[in-house]
């Protein structure tokens, strides 16, 4: 072994700080956030099955989030900062991973690893680009063909009776499940929770919730292309 | 059987190289496959060309010194195994073979399929000791050591530091190699001391040398041929994660980057002009 012992002194840094600094402490921060936004995500989409109890239940229900303006801005800003933290560590984490291999290789063979794994950063951006949609069609109503404030039912009806609203909605759906069925299992080895023993049912969650959140967003724009609500 | 070798052909860390294609037209089935490649090399002088140049020492398995991928794969086809216990048994006849370096920045290729691993052996020097009572030698059993922690460790103290999980790694992460080096002295009690400040150590040179972050890929568990488990990964992060939150992050000190090793030196230089 050649090594000798050359002490840096590195500038001192908060403890949130060196978790940034760190590769380990950024995945961390991206468990502890994607665990926010999979809450999340799994309320809205319980919350989105009202729709299939008609107009007047899902209008209530929207409403009901409403009730409170200090409530609804609080959640509106951990949810921020959460997508904000995690796609931000993503996007860092992932360029210096270029940086790791600069020359690629020419046959390369995967030998267990699912194309979820491999694919996180597309599916991740694929879903920072659909909020983004997502939120200037239903909340903000600049790109709805005919939006109305209050007007749930109305609103994603107009947006998802198109091929288009349609179409985009399922793609992103489809994203998202790629995410959690890798990002769900791999959350848990980044905070330190996984072993050999609890892997496999840890995959299993993952999986199991990947599939359901994407039936059951992708439930909505199906109906209303199918006509069953409208 | 005849093989067909497509392998990576690069003089020196600034060359940028290519691939050269040889045809071996006798194997025999039992041979390994470095001694394959030894087959080649002494066709190669006998026509006054230069040998492929690639890693090896025991040739059995422990040593960690070889190592390249053969069609895409981290020491070959076989798993569990190193590319110096895979057998031309595992090819068939007429297979066409392409050998290629571990690639990642932290590994620059010296020459042909050799590269400098010494970014691992850093990696150790970070972090991977433990504090002893020098002196007189104490009593063996003083230190009781619980079996199943003995074995863990015992399974972890298995990597040969060869570096294919960083090779088979997408992403590049030595994280395999450094959970594997923590997980060894963590599981002791000789390593509670310093566990702490070396998840932070180890973890810290590791970006320092610039490699990648683990995203649970899980392909280095799948080629490593010590059979270290991804679960070292999660104790890791663990330790970093209790460590950083408790405050010892401003402790520990990190190596500088090294100046180049000696191999790197070596292969550096110019090679030597031959007399008029
Ligand atoms: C609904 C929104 C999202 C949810 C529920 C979510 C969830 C997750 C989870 C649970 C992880 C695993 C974290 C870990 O391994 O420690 C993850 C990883 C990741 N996410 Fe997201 N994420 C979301 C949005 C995004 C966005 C907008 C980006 C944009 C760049 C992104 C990029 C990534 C990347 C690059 C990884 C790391 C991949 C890996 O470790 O293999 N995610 N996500
Ligand atoms: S963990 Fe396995 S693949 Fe990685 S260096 Fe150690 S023995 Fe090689
Ligand atoms: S030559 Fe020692 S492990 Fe292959």
Known sequence: ?230 | MRITLDIWRQKNPRDPGRFERFEVPNVNEHMSFLEMLDVLNQQLVSEGKEPVAFDSDCREGICGMCGFLINGEAHGPLRNATVCQTHMRHFKDGDVLRLEPWRASAFPVLRDLIVDRSALDRIIAAGGYTSTRAGSAAEANQILIPKPSADKAMEAAACIGCGACVASCPNAAAALFTGAKIAHLGHLPQGQPERMGRAIAMTSQAHAEGFGHCTTIGECEAVCPAGIKLEVISRMNKDFIKATLGGYANEVQTLAALPPSAAMRFFEAEPPKKEP
């Open chain 1, 1 to 230: 072994m050649s090594t000798s012992v050359s002490p840096v002194s590195a500038p001192r840094a908060t403890r949130l700080g060196a978790l940034w600094n760190s590769a380990v402490g950024k995945k961390a921060l991206m468990a502890v956030t994607g665990i926010v936004l999979f809450l999340f995500v799994l309320v809205h989409m319980i919350g989105n099955l009202q729709v299939f109890q008609g107009a007047a239940k899902i209008n209530h229900y929207a409403e009901l989030l409403r009730i409170s303006p200090p409530f609804l801005w609080f959640t509106r800003i951990v949810l921020l900062v959460a997508v904000f933290v995690h796609a931000l560590a993503g996007i860092e984490l992932w360029m210096e991973r270029q940086r790791a291999r600069p020359v690629g290789y020419q046959d390369y063979r995967p030998v267990v690893s699912s194309t979820a794994s491999r694919t996180m950063i597309w599916s991740g951006l694929l879903i920072l680009l659909f909020v983004v949609y997502h939120l200037l069609d239903l909340t903000i109503g600049v790109v709805n063909p005919r939006f109305e404030h209050g007007q749930v039912y109305a609103n994603l009806v107009a947006s998802l009776s198109r091929a288009v609203g349609a179409a985009i909605y399922l793609v992103a759906m489809i994203g998202l499940g790629f995410h959690l069925w890798h990002g769900l299992y791999s959350m848990f080895q980044s905070l330190g929770l996984s072993n050999r023993g609890i892997s496999p049912t840890i995959q299993k969650f993952a999986i199991g919730f990947a599939v359901l959140l994407t039936l059951g967003f992708s439930a909505v724009p199906l109906a209303v292309i199918l006509g069953l609500v409208g």
